[in-house]
C-alpha cells in the first residue's frame, strides 16, 4: 500500500513554469512505477507523463512532449512534474499514481494508487 500526496499547483500566466511534487510513503518509491494524469472540467482524465520502476525512460502525451519533464528521486521518495511553456489548455487537476507494474503504460485503469490532485491554472 502506497500513500501519494501531490503539491506544486497554483495560478501561472501563459508562458510561464511551474513544478508538481508528489510524495510517496508507505513503501519506497523505487518499487513503483509512477505517472501523471490530468483532468480538465468536463473532461475525462488523460494522461500526462509517466516513469518506470527503475526510472530507465521517460514517456509523455504529445501534447506536453518538450515543454514537461518528469522525474523520480527515490532517495526521497518524490516524483516531480517539471512544467515549462505553460498553456492555457494545461488547465486542470494534476494528479499523480503509482503501480507496482514496471511500467503500466497511459491508462488511468492500469494504475492501483492516485493522489488526491493539485490545481494548476494558467491564464492567458
Known amino acids: 500500500q502506497v500513500q501519494l500526496v501531490e503539491s506544486g499547483g497554483g495560478l501561472v500566466q501563459a508562458g510561464g513554469s511551474l513544478r508538481l511534487s508528489c510524495v510517496a510513503s508507505?513503501?519506497?518509491?523505487?518499487?513503483?512505477?509512477m505517472g501523471w494524469f490530468r483532468q480538465a472540467p468536463g473532461k475525462e482524465r488523460e494522461f500526462v507523463a509517466a516513469?518506470?520502476?527503475?526510472?530507465?525512460?521517460?514517456y509523455y502525451a504529445d501534447s506536453v512532449k518538450g515543454r514537461f519533464t518528469i522525474s523520480k528521486d527515490n532517495t526521497k521518495n518524490t516524483v516531480y512534474l517539471q512544467m515549462n511553456s505553460l498553456k492555457p489548455e494545461d488547465t486542470a487537476v494534476y494528479y499523480c499514481?503509482?503501480?507496482?507494474?514496471?511500467?503500466?503504460?497511459?491508462?488511468?485503469?492500469?494504475?492501483?494508487?492516485w493522489g488526491q490532485g493539485t490545481q494548476v491554472t494558467v491564464s492567458s
Open positions: 499514481a503509482a503501480d507496482r507494474s514496471f511500467y503500466p503504460g497511459d491508462s488511468t485503469y492500469a494504475y492501483s494508487y
Open positions: 508507505g513503501r519506497t518509491s523505487s518499487n513503483y512505477a
Open positions: 516513469i518506470p520502476r527503475t526510472g530507465s525512460n521517460t
